[in-house]
């Protein structure tokens, strides 16, 4: 199989690879999370980024290394581990379309 690049196919060899890169690169690998209860209504969003970008959802809360919420009391609070990294920040999201 071969591939033909270049300015006469409309795409260039650094954007190819800018999109191959792009493609490929999973920033949360190996991020086990958990979402609070409290942001049920962000769930579906927050759970097609976090797997789209490598991330993997925790069996329980004492598994997660990544907790996302918008409150600092959520149901599970008290199981979260020491070492975990927990976001609290309110979550939103707009569209670009």
């Keep these: 199989m071969s591939l033909t690049v270049g300015p006469e196919r409309g795409i260039t060899f650094s954007q190819l ?3 191959f890169t792009m493609a490929t690169r999973r920033p ?5 999370y958990e979402i609070s209860p409290t ?3 962000q769930r579906e969003r927050l759970v097609q980024l976090l797997k789209a970008n ?8 004492s598994e997660a290394t990544h907790v996302l919420t918008d409150s ?3 149901e ?7 070492d975990a990294l927990v976001t609290v920040c309110p979550i ?3 569209c670009c379309c």
């Design 72 to 74: 600092l009391v959520f």
């Design 17 to 19: 690879q800018c999109q």
């Design 39 to 41: 942001l049920a209504l």
């Design 54 to 61: 490598g991330a993997a959802e925790a069996k329980s809360m």
């Design 28 to 32: 949360f690998e190996g991020v086990l």
């Design 76 to 82: 599970g609070s008290e199981y979260v581990q020491k």
């Design 92 to 94: 939103t999201f707009s």
